[in-house]
C-alpha cells in the first residue's frame, strides 16, 4: 500500500511565507515517520494515516492559531494503481476495515471522532471522498455521509462535497475515519480536502 | 447531466480581498450561462464546460496578472449520481466522446489544446483526473496521461498528480479536455485542480 498526500497551505496576508515557515515546526514530531518532499505548489507527505493526518492537522492548527486567514488544500490518496509498496504506510485500521460490514464501520469511525483530541481551534472543512475502480462506489460514499452526518462535525452538504465545522480534532479525525472505514482495503480512494479558518466572510 | 465545480481564489496578500473583488469582474461575461453561489470557502459555478472552465480560466488569470502570489483550488464534477439533470450543462462533445476509440479522443485533446486562445499569463497548474464506477477506470488516467505528455502543456509526473506548466489558456483547455474525453460520457468524473502563478519559490 502506498499512502501519502499533496499538502498546501495558504495565507491569506503579506506575511505568508513567515505564517507557512513558523507552522512547519508542527510537523517536526511526524518527520521521522514521513517521507516530506516540498516544490512550489505543494508538498508530498507519504506515510501511514496516524502521523500523516496528526501532522496535517497540526501544521493547520498552527497556522490557524496566527490571527490570518489561512486555508489548506490536500490531495489524499491510498493504494493508487502504480504506486510501490511502502511498508512505511502500514495500517492496521486498514486491515481492520476490509473484515467490518458498513454498519460496524460507521460506529467505529463516529466513535473515533469522539474520542479524538481538543486542539482549542476552530476550523471550517469541506471534502470529498473518491472510491475509485469498482461499480458500487456510491453504496461507501452514503456510507460516508451517513457517518458523517452523525459525527458531531458535520455542517451542511454542498454540490460535491461535505462541508464539517468543530475543532481541529475533530474535523481532523472525521476526514481520516472517511479516508480509512470506506472503500475496500485494498482498493484506490482519495481525497480532496479544504480546511479554512479566520475567514473574513464566515457564514 | 450536472456538471460543476467548487472554486476557490487564494491571494497570498493582506489585500486578498480587493483581489479576488477586483478579478471578478472576469467572470462577468460568463453570468448568463452559469449558476454560481458564494459561501465563505468555496463558489459554487454550475454550467456547461465551455464558459465553466472558461470563466475560472478568466477568473484566475485576472488575479494572476497582479503581481502578489496567487493560487486557485478547484472541485470538477460532472455526472455525480444524486445530482439532477441540468440543461445548461450539456456539452455535444461529451456526446461525441463516447462514440470514438481512446487514441482519437487523445488526438482531438491535443488538437484542442493546440487551438486554446493565448492569455499571456504563464501560471502552473496540478491535477488529478477521477474516474469513478468502472473497473478499468485506470486505462482512462493512463490515456489522460498520453495526452498531456504531448499536449505542450506538460511540466512533470508528481505522486497523485500531473504538473503542467504554461499560458493559462492552454492549460485550462489541457484541464478541460482531460475532463471531457477520458472517463464514460454518461459516467462520474471528478477533477481536483490547483493553479499556481507568481510563486516566489517558483522551481
Known amino acids: 500500500m502506498f499512502i501519502g498526500a499533496q499538502v498546501s497551505l495558504y495565507p491569506m496576508t503579506s506575511g505568508f511565507v513567515d505564517v507557512i515557515t513558523s507552522s512547519l515546526g508542527a510537523l517536526d514530531p511526524y518527520r521521522s515517520d514521513l517521507r516530506i518532499e516540498t516544490d512550489d505548489v505543494s508538498t508530498l507527505m507519504v506515510g501511514a494515516p496516524a502521523p500523516l493526518i496528526d501532522g496535517m492537522r497540526d501544521l493547520f492548527a498552527a497556522a490557524a492559531r496566527q490571527p490570518e486567514h489561512v486555508t489548506m488544500h490536500v490531495t489524499l490518496s491510498r493504494g493508487c494503481p ?26 467505529r469511525a463516529r466513535q473515533a471522532v469522539a474520542d479524538a483530541p481538543v486542539l482549542g481551534v ?55 475515519q472517511a479516508f480509512l472505514r470506506f472503500g475496500p482495503a485494498e482498493g484506490h480512494v482519495t481525497i480532496d480536502l479544504t480546511a479554512s479558518a479566520n475567514s473574513p466572510s464566515l457564514s
Not at 504506486?83 to 486491515?95: A, F, K, N, Q
Not at 481492520?96 to 460506529?107: H, K, T, V, Y
Open 82 to 107: 502504480g504506486e510501490p509498496d511502502d511498508p512505511s504506510c502500514r495500517c492496521d485500521v486498514l486491515t481492520e476495515a476490509q473484515s467490518l460490514p458498513l454498519d460496524e464501520r460507521i460506529a
Open 122 to 176: 476552530g476550523i471550517d472543512l469541506q471534502f470529498s471522498l473518491y472510491v475509485l475502480g469498482q461499480d458500487r462506489h456510491m453504496d461507501e460514499i452514503y456510507g460516508c455521509i451517513e457517518f458523517l452526518k452523525d459525527s458531531g462535525t458535520f455542517f451542511r452538504s454542498k454540490n460535491f462535497c461535505t462541508r464539517l465545522r468543530g475543532d481541529a480534532g475533530a474535523t481532523f479525525e472525521a476526514v481520516r
